[in-house]
């Protein structure tokens, strides 16, 4: 049962099967309605546990089977394009998974715990209001902590799959990690054999969407034409030299045919060092963007060996005479820095560039046109808290949010669609459009309430033309967290489980 929870719970954030396993499913579609009944597999399991050992075993069985289906795709990166041996990958995969289902595995230790009653072995339950707020407090406090801690690795939270359901209603008010807290608790309610009134709380809680409309915190600042670039550059070959010339000159090709106001060229994209461009390449692409009145964001590495190097984003022509670059703050793990006494598996993967600099958390906008574009890097949008940095002062904060990545490193998997649904509930968070320009896909114009205006195919060359209205205001949830961070849904869960232990009979 914790298994096939598992399983369910990864399908929920993002179908993970081609269409032509069964129709009627888009891959990586989010089903919101299985997030709580897988989560009450896990609860049931818990409530049903004789032993410390089972509760225990229950709850890490459950989330290392949803953490490896979630992000199996990290085997694609290591053993296909990182010459890591098969076996290995697969191994470290499952090792990562079982590591990070710790936290799931204490916090159902505790709740099993702190919920037994007498009787409970023939049938009986913990009240159910205070065990479902505690389950639903423990779940989100073990999923901040999976997201934040050593850098954090929050892909494929519970909150996504809520990113077209009708919780995606509370999004700008309580970001991913509420609506975590909210599917707990509806798993939580299902799990208690939904009695009467807690059943009647959760209708209400889903409901009230259907009658009301979420407000809307921000104001059009005008439409943006951009032009966004997908190279589809095979990660086999990317840093060959003939590859290279390749990317040099198709890109500057895209970039002098662009029709944007804005272009953008992915994470990377051209792999090589300013200072190692052909010489004029850098004035020619400046003369062109300045001649047009347009600006670009051009992702590349940046740096030399005395200094560090970062994974930027050069920002040319527009109103920037001085030049801009943004440079990457939150790094990969073992892909982007290498953590002490780790240098013999960035070595074994053999990944170019495998140590860069972090850049400032709430860096500048990049402006074009009267917009302020906060530009960000690949897997910089799974932390919704560090975006929101940007909006502590509205008067400078992006109109426009546009990410660079690269993710050709996984093929043609789910990491694309799950990618595709973190920068969904990013723009429902902070009410605020993105515009992603990928090397393999998604490349698209994703509008402030979380939907894909218009999309690339993935796999294929491509410059995807179209506008993008720019918005202004912040939600409550960009308030609380550019200020606070996490801290106070780590203090609305601290006092819930404080009380729950308080309250709880010896």
């Not at 299985?34 to 818990?46: D, H, K, N, T, V």
């Not at 990562?96 to 710790?102: E, M």
């Not at 040319?316 to 793990?333: N, S, T």
């Not at 114009?445 to 993008?468: F, N, T, W």
């Amino acid at each position: 049962m914790a298994a096939g929870g598992g399983l369910l719970l990864a399908a929920s954030v993002a179908w993970p099967l081609p269409n032509s396993w069964f129709a009627p499913i888009a891959q990586g579609t989010a089903f919101w309605w299985l997030q709580p009944l897988a989560l009450a597999l896990l609860c049931q399991g818990l409530q049903q546990s004789h032993s410390l050992r089972q509760a225990w075993w229950t709850g890490w069985v459950f989330a290392t089977t949803w953490l490896a289906a979630t992000f199996w795709w990290l085997v694609v990166a290591m053993h296909v394009y990182g010459g890591m041996n098969a076996p290995l990958a697969v191994f470290a995969t499952l090792l990562l998974a079982a590591a990070l289902a710790l936290y799931y595995a204490l916090a159902g230790l505790v709740f099993w715990q702190w919920t037994r009653v007498k009787g409970f072995a023939r049938g009986a339950y913990p009240p159910a209001p205070a065990s479902s707020l505690l389950f639903a407090a423990l779940w989100t406090m073990a999923e901040m902590a999976r997201g934040t801690w050593l850098t954090g690795f929050g892909w494929g939270a519970v909150g996504y799959a809520h990113v077209d359901g009708p919780l995606a209603f509370y999004a700008p008010w309580l970001g991913t990690y509420g609506l975590t807290a909210l599917g707990a608790w509806l798993a939580a309610v299902l799990a208690q054999k939904l009695r009467l009134r807690w059943a009647v709380a959760a209708l209400t809680l889903l409901g009230l969407p259907l009658v009301l409309s979420v407000p809307d915190w921000t104001q059009s600042t005008g439409q943006l034409r951009v032009s966004l670039l997908q190279g589809n550059v095979s990660q086999s070959n990317k840093f060959d030299a003939p590859t290279v010339a390749h990317s040099l000159r198709w890109y500057a090709q895209g970039i002098n045919a662009a029709q944007g106001a804005l272009v953008v060229v992915p994470e990377t994209a051209i792999p090589l060092l300013p200072a190692d461009w052909p010489p004029g390449y850098l004035d020619s692409l400046q003369a062109s963007l300045r001649s047009k009145n347009q600006s670009a964001l051009i992702g590349t590495p940046w740096g030399d060996a005395q200094n560090g190097y970062t994974n930027a984003a050069l920002g040319l022509g527009g109103g920037e005479p001085a030049g801009y670059r943004y440079d990457k703050h939150h790094l990969v793990p073992f892909g982007e820095f290498i953590p002490p006494l780790f240098h013999w598996f960035i070595d074994l993967m053999q990944i170019p560039l495998g140590d860069f600099q972090r850049g400032p958390l709430a860096a500048p906008s990049f402006v074009a046109q009267g917009q302020r574009l906060g530009p960000h890097i690949c897997y910089e949008d799974l932390f919704g808290e560090e975006l929101a940095t940007r909006f502590t002062d509205p008067a400078r904060a992006p109109t426009i949010l546009v990410n660079l990545s690269n993710l050709g490193w996984f093929d043609d998997t789910v990491a694309v669609d799950q990618h595709a649904t973190i920068a969904r509930m990013r723009a429902l968070e902070l009410q605020r459009p993105i515009v992603r320009a990928t090397n393999t896909g998604l490349t698209a114009i994703i509008d402030h309430q979380g939907h894909v205006v218009s999309a690339l195919p993935r796999l294929q060359v491509g410059v995807l033309e179209g506008r993008v209205e720019g918005r202004t205001g912040t939600t409550p949830f960009a308030w609380w967290a550019g200020r606070f961070g996490l801290w106070p849904v780590w203090l609305l869960c601290g006092l819930v489980v404080g009380g729950y232990w308080m309250r709880r009979r010896p």
